[in-house]
């Protein structure tokens, strides 16, 4: 993907409509089984149209997929069931989250903690199930389970503020084990992991009266090989860190919240760079919540003050927001977002605590938007 030539653009919203001949086309044979059961989304029926961000004539690069909220999401609905919920205006099967927090996804498979139901849940698009973990079973309870990992082997990591260390799991939710310990950590809220498992990150946000806002590095084995930053303003210092990522390339990027910016680092925890500030502009941020990056370096941040979430390159330049705020639970429109996971695929997964779903966001291939410009054009 060409990310110089994004720039944030307007954006519109709708309802949900997935082209599967394009899908086909373009070769993306995960977002089929995904998308398939996608637009059967609990409360995400009618259908009105793609859901394009920018919005054309500009060259789209998003397009509004799914909704996850619960069984449903897996399966697609008979038209006789489409019709009865269009009448009914509700879903026979209700929402399974009381307030998501963070987000992982790979391959298939989409892992999201629930902070106030103290578990994790799984959407398995391969097998088109959906499994809880962290409920039951020596060692591997949940207490208050915050940020998520996931590796190439789809284990899953999750910081557990309760517990005060990493907990880990395989890809069906059976506990594995655990990093850290209540020693290490006084709030961990961030878990990255790289694609082979060997090297584990996990933020500390200390709190209001500790001075361990950082970032601590495990090896795959659970051994800690660095700590870095203390609480402060400077570079590679840290005020209320939320969420940690780790890019293609090794960079480590840190949302810290407090200091509305986004830190870059090495894999060994070396300051590279830092962008951001507070502020009402496209690019700054208000209230940071979430940090994924792409398969392209480029950072995903989600704000909840705009409940939108912005994309940054390497650098730091802003090329695109998307997302939008509103009293209605529509596709793309947030009301507080939270934890946010980019697949090896391009698409994008959004938590949204109050409207209690996982938004997803398909990337739209260069052909495939010369297309729609096009058409557009020709309506025109």
Sequence with gaps: MNSGAWMPRSYIRGECQVSLHRLFRTGFMLAVLGLLAACSASAVIEESGPIYWPKPP??????????????????????????????SGYAEKKEIFMKPFGVAAHNGSVAVTDTVLRRGYIFNFWRKKLYSFGVVGPGGVLVKPMGVAMDEQQNIYVADIGMRKVLIYDAMGMYLRSVGNKEDFDRPVGVAVTGDGSRIYVIDAGGIDSQRHRLVIYGGDGQQLAIVGKRGGGAGEFNLPTHVAVAPDGTVYVLDGG?????????????????????????????????????????????????????????????????????????????????????????????????????????????????IMATEAAYR
């Design 259 to 371: 200091n509305f910016r986004i830190q870059a680092f090495t894999p060994d925890g070396e300051h590279l760079r830092s962008w951001g500030k507070v502020g009402r502009n496209f690019g700054d941020l208000a209230r940071p919540r979430g940090l994924a990056v792409d398969s392209d370096g480029n950072v995903y941040v989600t704000d909840a003050a705009y409940r939108n979430f912005q994309i940054f390159n390497p650098q730091g330049q802003l090329l695109l927001s998307i997302g939008g705020g509103g009293l209605e639970d529509k596709p793309g429109q947030f009301a507080l977002p939270a934890g946010i996971a980019v697949d090896e695929r391009g698409f994008v997964y959004v938590v949204d605590q109050l409207f209690m779903k996982v938004d997803v966001f398909r990337r739209v291939p260069e052909q495939e938007a010369v297309e």
């Design 58 to 87: 500009e060259q789209p690069r998003f397009v509004y997929a799914a909704s996850l909220r619960n069984e449903n999401s897996l399966k697609p609905l008979s038209a006789a069931e489409k019709m009865r919920f269009r009448i």
